[in-house]
């Protein structure tokens, strides 16, 4: 399940780019490409153990089956079955949950749950990967061809950073993208305000491709992560040696 929740912050990540992209600012400013160099991310101070991975595994209660590593992406994860989950997970819960899996798109991620409400999340997003995550999930060529039309505009391995709030309610999601930030180039809070309806568009479009996955509702409350929903009761993954 990391490689689906780590999918959804890859479409945020990549659309926002395709928005500074559109509003003219890669390709055209000199210089700009160099921007996307910065590849550390932001520390935020998350921390988490093994007790907390048990935890995480316990509460989602999705069952991997280890495939025979290194397969072709096509057939590096598959989801097979449905089972009801209302949980609540801490913030270190949550980061291990997400960090413990196979090669991503998005490394050395971080998630913080702030009082307010807001949330923030860093990590290494790494180009050459996002074909290969595609393909694992079955998303077509068609509903990506916006998004990859820029991407190789982007150089190396950029660390991004995204502050803002976020929800389901009775299927319905809500985003509210209040920084972000691509490397060392913050993204103007108009362009980002723009293109929040495609954003959330494809997000759905992603959801609805998970066998076995519903997000009924969905929030940070707390510090915490709470989720309300379905799961594949059965997630397998090939591992990358």
């Not at 400013?29 to 910065?38: C, E, K, N, T, W």
């Not at 101070?45 to 089956?65: P, R, Y």
């Not at 379905?230 to 397998?236: E, F, G």
Request: aromatic share 8%.
């Amino acid at each position: 399940m990391k490689k689906f929740l780590l999918g959804l912050l890859i479409f945020i990540v990549v659309i926002l780019v395709v928005a500074v992209a559109v509003g003219g600012y890669l390709g055209i400013v000199p210089g700009v490409s160099s921007l996307f160099g910065a590849n550390k991310p932001k520390n935020l101070g998350v921390t988490f153990t093994s007790q907390d991975l048990t935890s995480a595994e316990v509460k989602a209660g999705t069952k991997i089956v280890t495939l025979a590593p290194n397969l072709p992406p096509s057939q590096s994860i598959s989801f097979s079955g449905q089972k009801n989950v209302n949980t609540t997970f801490t913030q270190g819960e949550f980061n291990a949950w997400m960090n413990n899996s196979w090669d991503d798109a998005l490394l050395g991620c971080q998630l913080k749950i702030n009082s307010d409400g807001t949330a923030e999340f860093s990590g290494v997003l790494h180009t050459d990967r996002i074909q290969a995550f595609e393909t694992a999930l079955g998303i077509s060529a068609t509903d990506m061809s916006v998004v990859n039309k820029y991407v190789r505009f982007i150089k190396g391995n950029p660390a991004i950073y995204i502050k803002g709030t976020g929800s389901v309610v009775n299927g319905q999601i809500n985003l509210d993208v209040q920084q972000m930030k691509v490397g060392n180039l913050s993204v103007p809070a108009s362009i980002i305000q723009d293109n929040e309806g495609s954003l959330i568009s494809l997000v759905q479009n992603m959801i609805d491709k998970i066998p076995g996955l519903s997000i009924k509702n969905a929030s940070f409350v707390n510090g915490q992560v709470h989720f309300e929903g379905t799961l594949p009761a059965i997630a397998s993954v090939s591992p990358i040696e």
